[in-house]
């Protein structure tokens, strides 16, 4: 399972430090970039859920 955290920006090294300490658990941070192409991509998929839903009207491509 992958779940992505929004970490404020002083409480990353903590957080990094105590996600790296669990053997369970991979961690590795995101570039400015690669964060905000996930954000992008997370939120059209939440519009073409709600497309489905017929919450929100769709316009044709």
Do not use: R
């Amino acid at each position: 399972m992958k779940i992505l955290l929004d970490i404020e920006e002083g409480k990353v090294p903590v957080m990094m430090e105590l996600l790296e300490n669990l053997p369970f658990v991979k961690a590795k941070s995101l570039t400015a970039y690669k964060a905000e192409v996930l954000e992008g991509v997370k939120e059209a998929v939440d519009e073409v859920n709600l497309i489905k839903q017929s919450k929100l009207k769709g316009a044709p491509a």
